[in-house]
């Protein structure tokens, strides 16, 4: 059984930094999909990034293109979530997931596996 632990998270300014972990038990996290999401109050999940298994490939949703890094450490089974330049509009809570295929989707209903959601709180 997959399992996701999500660490990170917070209060911080707008224009603030904060980071995202999330660690893999159960399964080597270099044979999974890993993602990113978020859900605001009232809002569906929203897709914000993923991953390929090796780390080789990423994509972002265009909201956060340029100010959020998804990365991996294999070695750690743990995925990350670097986020900078943050916004009012960022706020909400923020899922990781996995997914045992191959490629990286947007689409929350694709992945297998979820973290237990982390509060992330940009104040104006």
């Known amino acids: 059984q997959v399992q996701l632990l999500q660490s990170g998270g917070g209060l911080v300014q707008a224009g603030g930094s904060l980071r995202l972990s999330c660690t893999v038990s159960?399964?080597?996290?270099?044979?999974?999909?890993m993602g990113w999401f978020r859900q605001a109050p009232g809002e569906q999940r929203d897709f914000v990034a993923a991953?390929?298994?090796?780390?080789?490939?990423?994509l972002y949703a265009d909201s956060v293109k340029g100010r959020f890094t998804i990365s991996r450490d294999n070695a750690k089974n743990t995925v990350y979530l670097q986020m900078n330049s943050l916004q009012s509009e960022d706020t909400a809570v923020y899922y990781c997931?996995?997914?045992?295929?191959?490629?990286?989707?947007?689409?929350?209903?694709?992945?297998?596996?979820w973290g237990q959601g982390t509060q992330v709180t940009v104040s104006s």
């Open positions: 159960g399964r080597t996290s270099s044979s999974i999909v």
């Open positions: 991953i390929t298994r090796g780390g080789a490939t990423t």
């Open positions: 997931a996995a997914r045992a295929g191959a490629r990286t989707k947007t689409n929350w209903d694709q992945y297998d596996y």
